[in-house]
């Protein structure tokens, strides 16, 4: 008997230039079984990309095992924004590689993508990616330790 793998609760925000490639990202993940939280925007007016980041941040750091997801136009200022979060390891990626070795090696517990680098289609699969792999832990704990040393 195969056993079922435990699924992580998913926290996901993006600002007005990633709302359409999160509510994508929402609805696969819904409809593959994953336990997800909309942290907004809902809709295409402008808004500032922090808030967002402030409110997916909280909930990993608060609740132990929630995986972050953020967008933005870029990725960028949603990981910078997120990454002043005491808890938080906040990854942009953009490829399979980095969508991997983002949890492999480094933890990271935020995925963040640009929504205008990325179609949807390779967008899904990073987060596939990302949510499929797994910390390696051994050298990379030490890592990490030096990393949290420097959250203040």
């Not at 990981?79 to 980095?98: C, F, M, P």
């Amino acid at each position: 008997m195969t056993e079922k793998k435990q699924l992580p609760p998913i926290a996901i925000g993006s600002d007005h230039a990633g709302f359409e490639l999160k509510n994508n990202i929402i609805r696969t993940l819904s409809m593959s079984g994953y336990t997800v939280t909309n942290c907004g925007t809902d809709g295409p007016e402008s808004v500032d990309y922090p808030d967002f980041a402030e409110k997916v941040a909280t909930i990993v750091t608060a609740t132990p095992g929630t995986i972050g997801v953020l967008i933005c136009g870029t990725g960028i200022g949603m990981s910078i924004a997120a990454n002043k979060h005491h808890g938080i390891r906040a990854a942009l990626v953009y490829n399979e590689e980095t969508a991997a070795l983002a949890h492999e090696h480094n933890n990271a517990n935020i995925l963040c993508l640009g929504a205008r680098e990325l179609s949807p289609e390779k967008a899904l699969t990073l987060v596939s990616i990302f949510l499929d792999s797994a910390f390696e832990n051994g050298r990379h704990q030490r890592r990490i330790d030096k990393i949290s040393a420097l959250d203040h």
